[in-house]
């Protein structure tokens, strides 16, 4: 994972595939998390996307022959895993297109430091999910990089793909109501008695690190415009709405000056073609001030937001319930 770069996670890159060792290895001790999965968009368009009319359109203007195989294509729609020095496509968006590949990792956060759940003291325990994060594992902790892979495949930072290809520029997404319906799946805890909806205090760190990677990406997005087309038009207005939600973020939790500085680093640098260098400088500006953010507060104290977050009725899909 590299910080700061817009396709973070999302774009599979080779060393990705080559640790990545599928849902099925998940699927030995977290089943229910599977299951919840299965029920979702990301395990479904692994089948359905490459026969869809409209895809084929798409691949068409692209030059892609075979979905499947093209990483055009693959990065965001599948998980690819290496296997005989070639990249397959072996599932969706899985477990690891959001909580990073887990070849390094997968031994490290399930081992107890090798003893057993009730021998492993506090301090191993802590030693331990250090060791996973330093090995790349992507945690519920990690809002900010959790935030960073959905946004990466949800804003299609791609600018043929969009003007060429007729893809949309994006969904009309935001980090509360999608992650709450279909996609969620907080089951290990109750031990797969339930799957238990973000705490108010998670919802609100969830929705103002969702906004600020918005728009972050949204502004390496129009960095990357070259052309007065579809493309350059959808990123620039969703980094402006994007910054004009923050605006009312920032004036309903003024004791969170860092939402403050997100707002002015949106405004650093013109939404326009050409302009690289410096809406770059403005996007890595927002990510060091939602790093603080991630470091400083835990939603707490922003109960301000609550009447901005989407309510239930807004989430996206419907949330698996577990078997009783
Ligand atoms: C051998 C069993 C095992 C396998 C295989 C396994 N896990 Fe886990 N996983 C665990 C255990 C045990 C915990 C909880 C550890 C604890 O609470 O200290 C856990 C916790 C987690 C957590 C929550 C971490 C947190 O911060 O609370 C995530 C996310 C996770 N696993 C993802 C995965 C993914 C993705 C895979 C496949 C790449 C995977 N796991 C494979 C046993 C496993
Ligand atoms: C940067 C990530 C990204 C890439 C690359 C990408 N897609 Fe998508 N695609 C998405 C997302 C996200 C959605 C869901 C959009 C929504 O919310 O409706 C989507 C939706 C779709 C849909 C259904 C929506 C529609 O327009 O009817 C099709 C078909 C599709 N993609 C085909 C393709 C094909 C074919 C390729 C390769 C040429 C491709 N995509 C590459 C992210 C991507
Ligand atoms: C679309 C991205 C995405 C995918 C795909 C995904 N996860 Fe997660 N996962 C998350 C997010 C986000 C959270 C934190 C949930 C929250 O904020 O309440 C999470 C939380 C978890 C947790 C801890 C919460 C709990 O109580 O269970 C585990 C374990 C886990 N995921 C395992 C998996 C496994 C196994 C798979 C594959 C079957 C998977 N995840 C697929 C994004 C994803
Ligand atoms: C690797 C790229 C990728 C990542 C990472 C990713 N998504 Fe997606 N997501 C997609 C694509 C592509 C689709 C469209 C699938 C289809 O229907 O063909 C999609 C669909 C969805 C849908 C269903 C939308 C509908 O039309 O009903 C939800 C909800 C969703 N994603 C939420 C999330 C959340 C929340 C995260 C992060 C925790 C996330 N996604 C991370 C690529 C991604």
């Known amino acids: 994972m590299i910080f700061g770069c817009a396709t973070v996670g999302a774009i599979a890159s080779e060393s990705e595939s080559a640790k990545t060792v599928g849902p099925n290895a998940c699927a030995e001790c977290h089943k229910q998390e599977v299951e919840a999965w299965k029920g979702s968009h990301h395990f479904k368009t692994f089948r359905d996307m490459p026969r869809d009319t409209k895809a084929n359109e798409i ?3 692209m030059g892609v022959r075979r979905i499947k195989y093209d990483s055009l294509c693959a990065s965001c729609h599948f998980t690819l895993q290496q296997k005989n020095n070639r990249e397959e496509p072996i599932a969706g968006i899985s477990c690891e297109s959001c909580h990073s590949a887990g070849q390094d990792w997968i031994k490290v956060h399930s081992g107890f430091s090798g ?6 003291s506090k301090a191993e325990a802590k030693e331990r999910w250090k060791l996973a994060d330093s090995k790349g594992m992507i945690r519920p902790r990690s809002v900010y990089q959790l935030a960073k892979n959905c946004y990466g495949c949800h804003v299609v930072p791609q600018e043929e793909l969009v003007n060429k290809g007729g893809h949309k520029a994006g969904s009309a997404f935001e980090l509360v109501s999608w992650s709450q319906g279909e996609v969620r799946h907080n089951t290990w805890h109750s031990k797969g ?5 973000a705490s108010a205090a998670r919802a609100r760190m969830l929705y103002l690190v969702g906004l600020g990677v918005e728009l972050e990406t949204a502004l390496r997005g129009i960095g990357k415009a070259t052309a007065r087309k579809a493309y350059a038009f959808e990123m620039a207005k969703r980094a402006d709405k994007a910054r004009k939600q923050l605006a009312e973020v920032a004036k309903a939790a003024p004791g969170v000056p860092e939402i403050a500085e997100i707002v002015k680093f949106g405004h650093a640098a013109g939404l326009k073609l050409n302009n690289e260098r410096r809406l770059t400088a403005a996007a890595d500006g927002v990510s060091q001030q939602l790093i603080l953010i991630t470091e400083k507060y835990d939603g707490t104290a922003l109960a301000a937001l609550d009447s901005m977050i989407p309510g239930p009725d807004k989430y ?3 949330a698996r319930k577990p078997p009783n």
């Open 59 to 61: 691949a068409d203007k």
């Open 115 to 120: 003893k057993t759940i009730l021998f492993e």
């Open 193 to 197: 008695r339930e799957n238990v909806a």
């Open 316 to 318: 996206k899909g419907v």
